[in-house]
């Protein structure tokens, strides 16, 4: 009994994961770059869940939805201001750029609110449900966190193959020469591509912080480099990719942490990993692209 | 000789030698004299190491053109190396000098080998992947670094990973305490010995750059398939960088390691790999001169800018923001252009003005 109730913590992780995922692999096919930013729009989405349920005593769900406006907020403007203007750049210029934005967001985090942690209060009130006579746990959060991986999973899905915009973004990623010719405006694209990136960075903040309720200005610096593993495991730029990517992360995580050993875990994660792109050289889904001279 | 000074590559290599050289020697007298706060003085080694660093990963990123996350891994292979070599060789090398420089060879060479294995699988992988791999190595090697224990008594040298204590026998002392760390190193690291490894570190990047191999790798990062098609072998080539690489970093891991008497792993996480390759961008990828001159001046800037406290840190992001928006951003470049245009025609027509 003691797998599955592992098994399930392993998938919780892992939903939060491939929600983070989501985000660096939609970023990363449509403005190829490698946002290292994206872990630290999960710390501010979750800072400002925390402000408003803690300082203004709003309910849960409206916390949620003031993460996801803040963040999409930011997500527009960090691309305008900093991205943009380095599009057609090499793309070394632009990683070194979010690294600055990394470092901006988490020491102005820590201006702010301090370094001391804080202690968030999850947003789920829901109880615990427990199954085969106490065999089995599952936490609200858990339950929570599943659902709604599940349900952004469907929607982006039902969002890039029969929306206008979704239709457009895969063209983007697709050829973006070829895209702009067929009249697609590509910088709106990018832009709506980081706004919904950092909208679900918000959701995963929140859940994260609300599965583990400690919270800093670094709370998004490991899970971000997580998430960003799971994008590549996956297969970098393919959405299911991610999304299979965050949960077998999650799994293996778990699964060695209970099996193997706690303080290896990070090890045996990243040789899982290192092994998977040597059999699979463009992840589990990803596209192989052959070269041509 | 004549010949040799109209060669360009030989006058440029002069000149950053030159140019460290009398960093090093006005920095020396200065500390010499007793002008430097001992703040100043503690970063001299620092700045050193962090200049190796840097050049040794322009070699791969600039030179060979892969992106590697991973350089704080060999760095700290090589710092614990060495601090674990110059206990053991306490009271058998009397020379302080001579036990610095084995543990920084002792660094240099197991970081390699290191590389080497680590090499056979990460260089099939190219680009993005080539990255991940290398942060995932940093990674693993923290983690592992992080559990190791080593210590010395009555039976000898123990070293070994474990999640548990290890226990020693009658008389033992560890050397790396696990998750604690290294404690009570003996700090042999010297200013000097910072400066030859700079020295050491250019010779051989300088050299294999303007070599067959340097341009065989130059080669292999501009056009892959065209320099596999003139029969240049690819993996050889970006091996031997990845190696050379990694045994510089090691070396320059184990001086920085045997400057400070405490160190723990987490020291060389991903946030380190992260400044180094800053360090390299900013100066310039496959600028050696622009590694040195960044690698410098970035790592004093946030520590002179102590007394702005908590906004140092927010300064330097914005720093880094402004400066790759000035150096790459065409439309701000367009912009500055235009500014500038305008300060030198006022200046001109204030000249005109005077001169009437």
Known sequence: ?293 | MKKLLKNKTVLANARIYLLVTLGFVVMFFMNNAGMLSSSWKGYLVPICVYISLAVSLNLLVGICGELSLGHAGFMGIGAFTGIVIAALLKGKVESDFLRLLIAMVGGGILSGILGFLIGIPVLRLRGDYLAIVTLAFGEIMKNIIGNLYAGTDNNGFHMAVTTTKMALGDGGKYIINGPMGATGVQKLATFPMGFLLVLFTLFVVLNLVNSKEGRAIKAVRDNRIAAESVGINVTAFRMKAFVVSAVLAGMAGALFGLNYSSITASKFNFNTSINILVFVVMGGMGNILGSVISATVLYVLPEAMRSLEDYRLILYAVVLILVMLFTWSPKVKEKVAIVSDKFSRMFKKKEVETNG
Request: aromatic share 8%; hydrophobic share 55%.
């Open chain 1, 1 to 293: 009994m003691s797998f599955l109730q592992y098994l399930i913590n392993g998938i919780s992780i892992g939903a939060v994961y491939a929600i983070i995922a989501l985000g660096y692999t939609m970023v990363y096919g449509i403005a190829k770059m490698l946002n290292f930013a994206h872990g630290d729009v999960i710390m501010v989405g979750a800072y400002a869940s925390y402000c408003v349920t803690s300082y203004l005593g709003l309910p849960a769900i409206v916390s949620i939805l003031v993460a996801v406006a803040v963040c999409t907020l930011l997500g527009i403007v960090i691309e305008g201001l900093a991205y943009k203007p380095l599009r057609g750049t090499p793309s070394l210029a632009v990683l070194i750029t979010a690294i600055g934005v990394s470092y901006f967001l988490q020491n102005a985090a820590q201006l702010i609110f301090g370094s001391a942690p804080k202690n968030f209060k999850s947003i789920v009130s829901m109880k615990a449900l427990t199954l085969f006579g106490g065999g089995l746990t599952i936490t609200g959060e858990v339950l929570v966190t599943i659902v709604v991986c599940v349900a952004i999973m469907v929607g982006l899905t039902l969002f890039t193959s029969r929306t206008r915009m979704g239709k457009a973004m895969r063209a983007v990623s697709e050829d973006r020469a070829a895209a702009q010719l067929m009249g697609i405006n590509v910088n709106q694209t990018i832009s709506v591509t980081f706004a919904i990136g950092s909208a679900l960075a918000a959701v995963a903040g929140v859940l994260l912080c609300s599965t583990v309720p400690t919270l800093m200005p670094t709370t998004g610096a490991m899970p971000g480099i997580r998430a960003f593993t799971a994008a590549v495991f996956g297969g970098i730029g393919s959405i299911p990719g991610a999304m299979l990517g965050g949960i077998l992360l999650g799994i293996i995580e778990t699964f060695s942490k209970a099996y193997i050993s706690t303080q290896f875990s990070d090890a045996i994660v990243f040789s899982v990993l290192i092994i998977i792109l040597l059999v699979k050289p463009a992840g589990l889904l990803g596209k192989q692209i052959q070269e041509k001279v």
